[in-house]
């Protein structure tokens, strides 16, 4: 992809995930495209996907020897290192080549997760009894249940779904393509809902074997797929922060905690290094921190 694709699924981050202020968006977006213009006149072209750590610390040193504020530098670093970090939560990339910018702390970056009990609150604010609700409870299902990124859901097509032996074939990032089990539920919501509801809906002939259609009869876009996940989580009282792709981390890490060995999550996700992977290692962690200061003897004895 390129940096003006790229830039844009940043900003609908920026204002449908983390709910920014327009003023601190347009700084942000602004910022980004100071670097892509460096990037495309200095450095030969070299893409989002591409640039290195030693690309960057050129930029902010050549930035750094012109008259701006120490306050300017510190938000075009904190603006790099969000616009990276959100290209590591897309997976667009495998690394962060702005981690070690010096800027702001950031700390350890740990994706947000759901509880099982939060996704049963989303699912049971969906009104089932509408053909929208079938079609977006089907959409929850299949990101939590597959854990597909949004541009492989929104991609999904009817033609690579069997439902005899239930699995979906996924075309991922790099024309990588892997093969997803379908549950007995998941698989049973989407034969009804393509059998019951697609079918009566308007269909552009352009879109005839995309799977989730929007009131157009065309693909859904990401933006779509956003605000109907915040108006689920609000009308279901889910006070977290929330994307399709925490529906992905979801499945990910509710496996991990079931005892799914993660060469086997590794291969569900499409991550091509298990270094990816491994951050759910890290939530793991956190749980088992979590459970060790409540429980453990020399730990309640010191609260009492």
Request: proline share 2%; net charge positive.
């Given at each position: 992809m390129t940096w003006d694709e790229k830039i844009k699924d940043f900003e609908i981050f920026l204002r449908f995930e983390r709910n920014f202020s327009d003023n601190t968006l347009d700084a942000y977006v602004r910022d980004i495209k100071k670097l892509k213009d460096y990037a495309e006149e200095d450095l030969a072209n070299v893409g989002p996907d591409s640039i290195g750590y030693e690309n960057l610390q050129e930029y902010i040193f050549n930035l750094s020897k012109q008259k701006f504020s120490e306050r300017s530098q510190a938000r075009w670093i904190s603006s790099i290192k969000a616009f990276f970090k959100f290209l590591l939560e897309d997976e667009f990339r495998e690394d962060n080549p702005a981690a070690l910018l010096e800027g702001p702390k950031l700390g350890l970056y740990l994706p947000d997760t759901l509880s099982l009990l939060d996704i049963n609150k989303i699912i049971a604010a969906i009104e089932i009894n509408t053909d929208l609700g079938k079609r977006n409870n089907c959409i929850i299902e299949v990101l939590y249940g597959c854990g597909?990124?949004?541009?492989?859901?929104?991609?999904?097509?009817?033609?690579?779904?069997?439902?005899?032996?239930?699995?979906?074939?996924?075309?991922?990032?790099?024309?990588?393509?892997?093969?997803?089990?379908?549950?007995?539920?998941?698989?049973?919501?989407?034969?009804?809902?393509?059998?019951?509801?697609?079918?009566?809906?308007?269909?552009?002939?352009?879109?005839?074997?995309?799977?989730?259609?929007?009131?157009?009869?065309?693909?859904?876009?990401?933006?779509?797929?956003?605000?109907?996940?915040?108006?689920?989580?609000?009308?279901?009282?889910?006070?977290?922060?929330?994307?399709?792709?925490?529906?992905?981390?979801?499945?990910?890490?509710?496996?991990?905690?079931?005892?799914?060995?993660?060469?086997?999550?590794?291969?569900?996700?499409?991550?091509?290094?298990?270094?990816?992977?491994?951050?759910?290692?890290?939530?793991?962690?956190?749980?088992?921190?979590?459970?060790?200061?409540?429980?453990?003897?020399?730990?309640?004895?010191?609260?009492?």
């Open positions: 597909l990124r949004v541009s492989e859901l929104i991609d999904l097509k009817i033609s690579n779904i069997n439902f005899k032996e239930q699995y979906i074939k996924v075309h991922g990032k790099g024309n990588k393509t892997r093969f997803v089990p379908l549950a007995d539920y998941t698989a049973e919501l989407l034969e009804n809902y393509i059998k019951e509801v697609r079918s009566k809906g308007k269909i552009n002939k352009k879109y005839e074997d995309t799977l989730f259609l929007n009131s157009r009869g065309t693909s859904m876009s990401r933006v779509i797929v956003f605000l109907i996940i915040k108006e689920l989580t609000d009308k279901a009282g889910v006070n977290k922060k929330i994307s399709p792709h925490t529906f992905r981390h979801s499945f990910a890490t509710h496996l991990l905690q079931n005892g799914a060995d993660l060469r086997y999550i590794q291969e569900m996700l499409g991550h091509s290094s298990i270094t990816t992977t491994e951050i759910y290692t890290h939530l793991k962690t956190e749980e088992l921190r979590d459970v060790i200061l409540s429980y453990h003897p020399r730990n309640i004895n010191i609260t009492q």
